[in-house]
């Protein structure tokens, strides 16, 4: 009976958890996050993203140059079970705005950090400038 519970409770545990696939542009749609105007082209921008995710913590999950998406993740520390993180990039006024969504893995995980903003400000240092809201 031990063994059975366990297994019910890990069942019940990875149901409540969010995969990348809610992360992911449906139809051109991102998830809400904290937008940021950059003065680079995208592919630029894209590239210091690249450098700008694990400094803060995350590791790169899935990279589509052609829809213009970054995902990142991270595993369970001693604070959290995980947060997941997008990153959306779009051509603007001969720059690039940025979107950041963050979101935790599980819904109960109340100790989850909120990646949004430490991304921009990384992002930011990465580029050599600050970035504006749009």
Not at 46 to 58: H, K
Not at 83 to 90: A, M, P, S
């Amino acid at each position: 009976m031990t063994r059975l519970s366990a297994i019910l409770l890990l069942t019940l545990l990875c149901a409540a958890c969010a995969g990348l696939d809610s992360m992911r542009p449906v139809g051109g749609a991102t998830p809400p996050g904290i937008t940021m105007l950059y003065q680079q082209k995208p592919d630029v921008v894209y590239q210091a993203a690249l450098i700008a995710l694990p400094r803060v913590g995350l590791h790169v999950a899935e990279i589509d140059p052609a829809k213009r998406y970054i995902l990142a993740e991270r595993g369970i520390n001693a604070m959290s079970n995980g947060e997941n993180v997008g990153l959306y990039f779009t051509p603007y006024q001969g720059g690039t705005q940025v979107t950041v969504a963050s979101r935790r893995k599980m819904s109960t995980n109340v100790t989850a950090k909120d990646f949004a903003m430490p991304v921009h400000l990384q992002l930011g240092s990465v580029l050599g400038g600050m970035s504006k809201q749009p």
